[in-house]
């Protein structure tokens, strides 16, 4: 199987840590997100606790929105997420963005697919930007997540064999 890099997004609850969790019991699999480090920097700035409610939601795109525009933290940290993927064991790299003019440059500086997974018994979250606007790019790959967690995961052995071709 050759390396593939897939760059994930749907809103909040839609059920992509469980697809990417179902992934990995088929392939090796790096997961990473790039609000990683902008979590870590949210816990000792303001004490984030971890919480996904909305404001906790602009609060992580707001620091993560500083810190591409400070000096692209976010793209440097994937490049060595990617690197590091690259001399791994590991034969699928899931990378969450949120952002449309984030995926579109981590697409095309690592060669990425891209993949939309949505579920229409969650609500997209429109209190901020990169939220709101998950569904505005044409993605290469749509996943629904419509049924049960059998049916997730059988898309997602399925999604896993398109790239053991």
Known sequence: MDKNIIIINGTGGAGKDTFVSFCSEVEKVLNISTVDKVKEAAKILVGWNGEKDEVSRKLLVDLKRLSIDYNDAPTKYVMQMAEKFKN??????????????????????????????????????????????????????????????????????EFTKEFSK
Request: proline share 1%; net charge negative; no cysteine.
């Open 88 to 157: 791994s064991n590991d034969n699928l790299m899931f990378i969450h963005i949120r952002e449309i003019d984030e995926i579109k440059k981590t697409k095309k500086l690592l060669n990425a697919k891209t993949l939309l997974i949505t579920n229409p018994r969650v609500n997209l979250i429109v209190s901020n930007n990169s939220d709101g606007k998950v569904n505005e790019y044409e993605y290469d790959y749509y996943i629904e997540n419509d049924g049960t967690l059998d049916d997730l995961k059988n898309k997602a052995i």
